[in-house]
């Protein structure tokens, strides 16, 4: 970090954020703020319940428990309340960057993690003689952890590629954090070959996961309308098109943001779109994946008894 900052001009950058709407900064606050608890309750809610709760120690919770992990620490990351609270939107050199491993990180585990649990999805739902043995208690640590040594040291390489560029123009960034298209923007160097590489890893950590996704998915529900029960068929597909709609919304935000040609008209749009994985998949995933499910309502209402019982000990003792 030494070598960077010595080759650098700029030791700050100003996030933008949504500073064309002066007006509306309180609103955006108490709208964010409002989000981001509900959020990070909804998420830590969920590893309390699958850590504590026995009945919960399955694989598709294991992974729901992970999943809501890395959207407490993706909201934290990203949700910048202070600057809208106090209108000072500068961030260092060194914290942007850390800013952006972190989105990063997160980012292509969780593009891992949704295609490690649709696939444990297919195999309940579509191999349910073979799902115990083959999505065992070994081959889910496996995919764990193997999604978050993926995210992080890719990430770490391309960002010890980002380490070299050199910024020495402008410093504002048009986003709301520090995000990697508008930051390459403002620097001085060849920036081809570290656009070339962001590229390619966005197609590695998107595309595959998402067709993998899209499949199971779609042999999920080829087997749901085999459901000889009309009531059945109704309750799982309704569970699975939303987990489906939840997880187009994610990969396909990422895809059009990343992906596509970048054209300065569009950065609006992107702003917007980005909105989509950073504030609304982790505000909903609880709600769609787990909140709804029967066996975490059990034992949330479980927890909930307790928790009361042991109030009223309390106040008597």
């Given at each position: 970090m030494a070598y960077w900052r010595n080759q650098t001009t700029v030791t700050e950058f100003i996030l933008l954020g949504f500073g064309d709407l002066p007006d509306l900064q309180i609103l955006l606050f108490l709208m964010f703020l409002l989000i981001y608890i509900t959020t990070i309750t909804g998420n830590i809610l969920i590893v309390v319940l699958v850590v504590a709760n026995q009945h919960l120690h399955t694989p598709m919770y294991f992974f729901l428990g992970n999943l809501s992990y890395l959207e407490t620490c993706y909201t934290s990351t990203l949700l910048m309340l202070a600057s809208l609270l106090t209108?000072?939107?500068?961030i260092s050199l060194s914290g942007c960057i850390t800013q952006l491993h972190f989105f990063c990180s997160l980012a292509a585990t969780e593009c891992c993690l949704l295609a490690a649990m649709s696939y444990d999805r297919?195999?309940?739902?579509?191999?349910?003689?073979?799902?115990?043995?083959l999505m065992n208690t070994r081959f889910c640590l496996q995919l764990a952890v193997g999604s978050w040594l993926n995210g992080c040291l890719t990430t770490t390489v391309f960002v010890l590629f980002m380490s070299h560029l050199i910024f020495c123009g402008p410093n504002d960034i048009d986003h709301f954090y520090c995000d990697l298209i508008p930051l390459i923007k403002l620097s001085c160097s060849d920036t081809y070959q570290i656009i070339l590489l962001d590229f390619i890893l966005a197609c590695v950590f998107t595309l595959p996961p998402f067709l993998l996704t899209l499949t199971s998915y779609v042999c999920i529900l080829t087997t749901i309308l085999r459901i000889p029960s009309t009531t059945g068929k109704q309750k799982a597909f309704s569970t699975c098109s939303s987990h489906l709609i939840v997880v187009?919304?994610?990969?396909?935000?990422?895809?059009?943001v990343y992906m596509l040609p970048k054209r300065n008209t569009l950065s609006?749009?992107?702003?917007?779109?980005?909105?989509?994985?950073?504030?609304?998949?982790p505000l909903v995933n609880p709600l769609i994946y787990s909140l709804r499910n029967r066996?975490?309502?059990?034992?949330?209402?479980?927890?909930?008894?307790?928790?009361?019982?042991f109030t009223k000990t309390c106040g008597e003792s």
């Open positions: 209108g000072n939107k500068t297919y195999l309940a739902i579509c191999k349910p003689l073979h799902y115990s043995a187009t919304i994610y990969y396909g935000t990422l895809i059009i609006i749009l992107n702003k917007v779109l980005s909105l989509c994985y950073t504030v609304l998949t066996e975490v309502k059990e034992a949330l209402s479980k927890a909930v008894s307790k928790y009361v019982a």
